[in-house]
């Protein structure tokens, strides 16, 4: 089983930024988890759980929504089993829990829908306030 725990969510003006973490570890062993494909979601009130972004097992791609491209960044710092979301220019509609998801084996496309993703996190709340 694989533990994925979020952080750095949190209440904020329209266009402030956030950077959310998700640490990653295998249990009950403790030992690390990375060098596997991750991803966000965001699940707003009242709607379904959606894709924000992905990255590649070594980081070397990333992929993002239409919707926060050019605002969010997904990034891994994989010696620290951590996958970051830097967001940026937030807006009111951004406002959502956030969760981190991972999968053990690579695909041959980065995945991104919820489906293809075997490990979730109990998710980070970001609210945006207009």
């Known amino acids: 089983q694989v533990q994925l725990v979020e952080s750095g969510g949190g209440l904020v003006q329209a266009g402030g930024s956030l950077r959310l973490s998700c640490a990653a570890s295998?249990?009950?062993?403790?030992?690390?988890?990375?060098?596997?494909?991750m991803a966000w979601f965001r699940q707003a009130p009242g709607k379904g759980r959606e894709f924000v972004a992905a990255i590649t097992w070594n980081g070397g791609g990333t992929y993002c929504a239409d919707a926060v491209k050019g605002r969010f960044t997904i990034s891994r710092d994989n010696p620290r089993n951590t996958v970051y979301l830097q967001v940026n220019s937030l807006k009111p509609e951004d406002t959502a829990v956030y969760f981190c998801?991972?999968?053990?084996?690579?695909?041959?496309?980065?995945?991104?829908?919820?489906?293809?993703?075997?490990?979730w996190g109990q998710g980070t709340q970001v609210t945006v306030s207009s």
């Open positions: 998801a991972a999968r053990r084996f690579v695909l041959p496309q980065v995945p991104q829908t919820l489906s293809e993703y075997e490990y």
């Open positions: 295998e249990r009950p062993s403790g030992r690390p988890f990375s060098n596997h494909p």
